[in-house]
């Protein structure tokens, strides 16, 4: 069975590649792009690990393959590869403690292809991915749209997700796997753009989410007592989360992004981001930098302890739903270049990013993408 | 937030600013997602160490079971 879905993806990444080298030579947009991604974590605050060490260490690892393919003046193929790798304290406790994987280091591969009609001022993309690994598996659509109005004053788009999941829970007091149990995840967006000036643009939206099914953490655990066993959810949560970002254009050089989104859900959980960035153009528009900072601020899941006294209905200690905040710095640099008469593209991005309860990450991305 | 959204309605629904005025506008510093096939990244992993998604590129709580 693996042999047959690992052939039907090399299949379908070999037809894409054929076609793409087809249309190598045609006057059409063609673009590669390789991303390298990295994660770097630190974190003593994880009450859900199994070992009580509460230890998040962990590092990732991110090699990312882009892939588009023009196939007229509007229309284009896109896919995307991903392999990721990482090694955690959490997995390790877990393995040490239950023999579960005794992998100490697990991987991720996922996919997706699709195919885009753009005319400009409307179009239409369509998307179907896989990802797989050892306790979680997915296979994903989505369909979306946009359509500009009043001389492209004014831009709305829509999308739709859909996420049939498969994840895999550890039974502690087995000492065993379970089988794989469904998750299923629908997501929908309304995106919205106006240019206000000809200094000024605007965007806003509404996404709205629901998920059904197994929502636990594959490893999280509670301690109820002395005794650890797994976290307990609700099989339902609808999350929405709105949003609005003001662009603005200080002089010919620099630019200002401003964004706040809220967000709530059914579990009674919710959330303020605030996120601002400045953009400096260099060597004529051909390069610029980003700097970012972003604020989270976060309400408490009121099922999550620490730990437990006593059992009830919906138990969780996973650090993610206790009341916290978050800062994060970032930074990136982007080039546009020559490189053997193609159009080359390089950018560069690091941040910091800290919780206030015991966990922090910094993360490295380099990208280079060329187009035909 | 409703009342942003009003807002935002009403003070954009006169607001036409004519193609030859969008000069500004085009620049790479002005577009709504700069860098965003490195953002989907960050933003994935922002998703699996805080309790909200959504209102962001990709991110929607599907399609992994990531740490």
Redesign the interface.
């Known amino acids: 069975m693996v042999v047959v879905v690992v052939t039907k993806k090399y299949l379908i990444a070999a037809v894409f590649l054929i076609v793409w080298v087809e249309q190598v030579f045609a006057e059409t947009a063609n673009k590669v792009?390789i991303?390298y991604?990295a994660?770097s974590q630190k974190g003593s605050g994880g009450y859900q690990v199994i070992d009580e060490s509460q230890d998040?260490d962990?590092v990732?690892q991110?090699p990312?393959l882009?892939l588009q393919v023009g196939l007229d003046e509007d229309i284009f193929m896109h896919g995307m590869f991903a392999y990721d790798t990482?090694t955690?304290a959490?997995?390790k406790a877990f393995d040490d403690a239950t023999s579960a994987s005794l992998l100490h280091r697990q991987e991720?591969e996922?996919f997706n292809l699709g195919v885009t009609w753009d005319k400009k001022t409307h179009g239409l993309s369509f998307t179907l991915?896989q990802?797989s690994?050892w306790?979680?598996k997915?296979n994903?659509f989505s369909v979306g749209g946009y359509h500009n109005f009043?001389?492209?004053?004014?831009s709305i788009a829509f999308n739709y997700?859909f996420?049939d999941?498969q994840?895999k829970l550890f039974d502690v007091s087995e000492d065993e796997t379970k089988d794989f149990e469904s998750?299923k995840?629908e997501?929908m967006?309304f995106d919205m753009?106006?240019?206000?000036?000809?200094?000024d643009?605007?965007?806003?939206?509404h996404?709205?989410?629901t998920?059904t099914g197994t929502l636990e953490?594959?490893?999280n655990t509670i301690n109820i007592n002395g005794t650890r066993t797994e976290e307990i959810l609700p099989n339902f949560k609808l999350?929405?989360?709105?949003?609005?970002?003001w662009?603005h254009?200080l002089d010919?050089?620099?630019?200002l992004?401003l964004s706040?989104?809220?967000?709530n859900?059914s579990w009674a959980?919710n959330?303020q981001?605030f996120e601002i960035?400045y953009?400096?153009?260099l060597m004529d528009?051909e390069a610029?930098i980003?700097v970012f900072f972003r604020h989270?601020t976060?309400s408490q899941?009121s099922n999550f302890e620490t730990s437990f006294d006593s059992s009830q209905e919906f138990m969780t200690s996973d650090a993610?739903?206790e009341k916290?905040s978050?800062n994060?710095i970032?930074f990136?640099y982007?080039q546009e270049m020559e490189v053997f008469d193609y159009e080359a593209q390089f950018?560069l991005?690091v941040?910091h990013?800290e919780?206030d309860n015991n966990?922090s990450?910094d993360?490295a991305?380099i990208?280079f993408g060329v187009s035909f | 937030?409703k009342l942003?959204?009003l807002l935002?309605i009403i003070?954009?629904s006169c607001?036409?600013?004519?193609?030859i005025?969008?000069?500004?506008?085009a620049?790479?510093?002005?577009q709504?997602s700069?860098?965003a096939?490195?953002k989907l990244?960050?933003n994935e992993?922002?998703s699996?160490?805080?309790?909200?998604?959504?209102?962001?590129v990709g991110a929607?709580?599907?399609?992994?079971?990531c740490?």
């Open positions: 792009k991303i991604n994660v998040q962990i990732v991110e990312m882009l990482w955690s959490s997995d991720r996922s991915g990802s690994e306790d979680y997915s994903y009043a001389q492209d004053n004014f997700s996420y999941d994840t998750k995840t997501a967006a753009s106006q240019i206000l000036t000809p200094t643009l605007l965007l806003f939206g996404h709205v989410i998920q953490g594959t490893l999350r929405q989360a709105s949003y609005v970002k662009i254009s010919e050089e620099q630019a992004h706040y989104r809220s967000y859900d959980i959330s981001t960035s953009l400096k153009s528009d610029y980003e989270y976060q899941y993610d739903y916290l978050s994060q970032g990136f982007n950018v991005g941040s990013y919780r966990l990450y993360t991305q990208s | 937030m942003v959204f935002t003070l954009t607001a036409n600013v004519k193609q005025d969008r000069g500004r506008l620049s790479k510093i002005m709504p700069t860098n096939e490195e990244f960050l992993v922002r699996f160490r805080e309790a909200s998604v959504g209102g962001t929607v709580g599907g399609g992994c079971g740490n």
